[in-house]
């Protein structure tokens, strides 16, 4: 393969179309969407635009809203030692929509031991700053109160564990291993680490949808083998293909490389200055571009006006055509954006002074996370596949 | 091999002096057996008559004590379908000994999902009678209920999850699958199970000190590798053959096989019928035996005296002597047995009304394990192999 897409390693030029295929999910039809649009009232950019292009069971989803059974949102965090980027956010931008116009509960889970397991960091004490701040930045995009639990894995275990006992129990060494690539090095943490991640799936007698990146699927592969088995849903999937890197099309958004990535904490002038700096379409001088006109298709700097900041399809339109014709060249395009990722920033960061009575509501005291913290897990009867 | 002894599995004819080399442990050598008399100021019979046969590290725990940095006990019991019996209560019984003649703090187990995850049960509700019954049958034993602290994984997974995880990371696929045997139908629930079965001797900055039969040494080999590495002690030893069973010289007793074995919640007139029904060192007459007297080395009823139901041991001599010598033939010895037996269930079965009690103290209210409650794991700085 021309590339290695697993939970924690994405390597390589994506074939989307062909993980597709490999990950055996489902390509989001022009009809489907046409359905949540309906069923919605509308339709988030990242969905129109294709950046959510993949899902599992999104067809039941709408089905179960429509029919009154209902649904409920699942997505997460993994902390590191490094920053929430920007291209963190979209997961939860997507499930706010969904959590706006479905009105459901949404379990947000921060496996704050996820990345020590996977030994990407040295211990736990490491990411214990950046678990506090991505809470924030997670509180700060104005999730429901009563209606969303966060809740971090070496906190909320003691309720957990034992829903994770009968998941782990149901999962084989060998499948897990087919499904993982788990190693000889592997640590038996990060073996064990998937049935923690199924757990939320459980939280409700309802299907749980979960907005992620691809690479998450393989976890939720698993899912949809073993949630039956306990009487519980298969997950439905709303999958995304992953953010560009300022440096190139295709290329990753890194948190620890700086300059690929704009960092949720960042002083907005550096954010601006990257941006200055970032890859485009256009050409090599000022005068062939005038000529030839740029190319979207390969510029980053589109490819983020399309994801977070041109909300407008029109004018959006327009700037592809302006700058395929040669009449927008890359200078005001990027000025354009590094201003708009500076505002986006700026109201970020004043939105993070207010976000911690949030998170304490989500995590703690809102009507969601009291429940969760009374939650207990009991199995039932095995499911019909469904 | 002509035999096999994992935790989950012991097979075969088993050969002690081979185990010790197998498994690198060290002999109890007569010099040791006295320095424990010295230390203690005197010697349980399972120590003395050999049935506690092998060793890590006792010797640093005399040192530990006698230099005043003290050190802690830890044994556990894994609830099964089946009842405990009389063989299960060998480790409490040792380890309530060492907590009488040293005064220490002592650790008891009660990893109630390990069955469920090894596949032994088909759910963790089938167990969930027994988790009851066998910690009422450890509380009755009389531990020290300020010093001691009984815990079930599943209720007090909250405050050992975070250990756990430090030592799961320390631990590698490939290790643990040479120490246990790991395949891949292997549930990674039990994959990770051994990281939990370490964490208790985390729970002091002392040396732990673990009275358990041989079965459970890979556990702690393991934790001998990890522990350091977190700035903790490696774990002290103290390891037992394993109890025979009814029906025959190095045959099991197994709770799921009732002949092999008395149960403790047995009717204490089933019991005197099973000790009757025991296979001896007798000879296939009367007359035989008289002449060419018994085999106490070969006799389960023998082997029950030595270990649970003769303190004395000139009587325990004498008995012998009588035997071989063919004054004493089967009948009246397994009388004798079946009485004590009936003696045994008895006492127990009336501790077992004052229990409760003395189980909430030693799990929820008593002084250790009030503290326990808010235990919290912190590593250290790796210790030098010590």
Redesign the interface.
């Known amino acids: 393969m021309g590339y290695e897409v697993t939970p924690w390693e994405v390597k390589g030029k994506i074939d989307y179309e062909r993980l597709i295929e490999d990950f055996g999910v489902s390509k989001i039809t022009p009809e489907l969407l046409e359905r949540i649009r309906s069923t919605a009232g509308g339709l988030h950019p990242l969905l129109r635009r294709g950046f959510f292009f993949a899902h599992r069971d999104l067809e039941k989803v709408l089905k179960d809203y429509e029919e009154g059974r209902g649904f409920f949102l699942y997505t997460g965090r993994a902390p590191s030692k490094s920053p929430m980027h920007i291209g963190h956010l979209i997961p939860f931008l997507m499930t706010k929509w969904l959590q706006e116009k479905f009105g459901v509960n949404t379990y947000i889970m921060i496996p704050d ?1 996820e990345k ?2 996977a ?1 990407k960091v040295d ?2 004490e490491e990411v214990e700053p950046r678990v506090r701040q991505d809470i924030l930045n997670i509180a700060a995009l104005g999730f429901d109160e009563d209606r969303t639990f966060i809740f971090r ?2 906190e909320f ?2 309720r957990m ?2 829903a ?3 998941v ?7 499948t ?2 087919a499904v993982f690539g ?11 680490y ?2 923690l991640q199924i757990v939320p799936t459980l939280f409700e007698h309802r299907r749980p949808l979960i907005p992620c990146a691809i690479d998450q699927d393989p976890y939720f592969r698993l899912q949809r083998d073993v949630a039956p088995k306990l009487g519980f849903y298969k997950t439905a999937e709303l999958l995304s293909k992953f953010v560009w890197g300022l440096l190139g099309p295709g290329t990753k958004m890194s948190a620890s490389e700086p300059e690929t990535a704009i960092l949720l904490n960042e002083q907005p002038e550096t954010a601006v200055k990257k941006i200055l700096n970032a890859f485009t379409g256009g050409r090599a001088t000022k005068e062939e571009q005038r000529r030839l006109g740029g190319r979207p298709e390969i510029c980053v700097v589109y490819h983020w006006y399309t994801l977070l900041f041109e909300e407008d399809d029109k004018k959006l339109a327009e700037r592809e055509l302006a700058c395929r014709t040669g009449r927008l060249l890359c200078g005001p395009c990027k000025r354009e954006l590094a201003e708009r990722v500076k505002r986006f920033l700026e109201e970020h960061q004043r939105r993070l002074k207010h976000a911690e009575k949030k998170a304490r509501r989500m995590m703690y005291d809102g009507k969601l996370a009291s429940e969760m913290w009374n939650w207990e897990f009991k ?1 039932r009867q095995p499911l019909q596949p469904y």
């Open positions: 031991e020590y397991l030994k211990s736990l894995d070496t275990i003691g564990y034992k994770a006992v009968h782990a129990r149901h999962i084989n060494f060998s897990a291993k788990f190693q000889g090095e592997t640590s038996i943490g990060l073996i064990f998937p049935a199995p």
